[in-house]
């Protein structure tokens, strides 16, 4: 999560950044005291996939906090630039070497306190065998009725999964 205290200096000319009120209806902004530039902590965009093969959903221990050694679903940061969707595939490769298509959306999750908003999609495999690749100690494939809940890294991860099941796999008790 970023802070404004995380921050001291303006981006443009070097100056020293303060939180000032701009609006009364509005938190406090962190404003340059020289050239009075509004550096909006703006949140990070997140993109995942949920894919299965032969009915087990692909899930992976991550090797980075955090949540180090903790399970997830493929995904990471969308790149300046970049499609959502297409960063969710890229992320799948990356990630457990899956090259992916992307379907239809599973859900966007976001937390208070985190700075973070969470697209999830779920996704087919075109092709690859799963393997643990950049960032990932291991993966694996999970029947629904066997997912490690009390093992996962995010409440996003966690919420996703629940949703996806619900629609795709209503008789396993979540």
Known sequence: MHRSKDYRYCPVCGGTLENRLLKPEEPERMICSGCRFVFYLDPKVVACVITEINGQIVMLRRGIPPGIGLWAIPGGFVDAGESVTDAAAREAWEE????????????????????????????????????????????????????????????????ALRDYLGKKHPDVFI
């Not at 899956?98 to 306190?113: E, R």
């Not at 694996?140 to 991860?157: R, V």
Request: proline share 5%; hydrophobic share 45%; aromatic share 10%.
């Open 96 to 159: 457990v070497r899956l090259n992916v298509a992307i379907n239809s959306l599973v859900g966007v999750y976001s937390y208070t306190g985190i700075s973070s908003v969470i697209i999830v999609y779920e996704a087919t495999v075109l092709e690859g065998v799963p393997q643990a690749a950049d960032e990932v100690l291991e993966v694996q494939l999970f029947a629904p009725s066997e997912i490690p809940w009390g093992e996962i890294a995010f409440s996003s991860t966690r919420d």
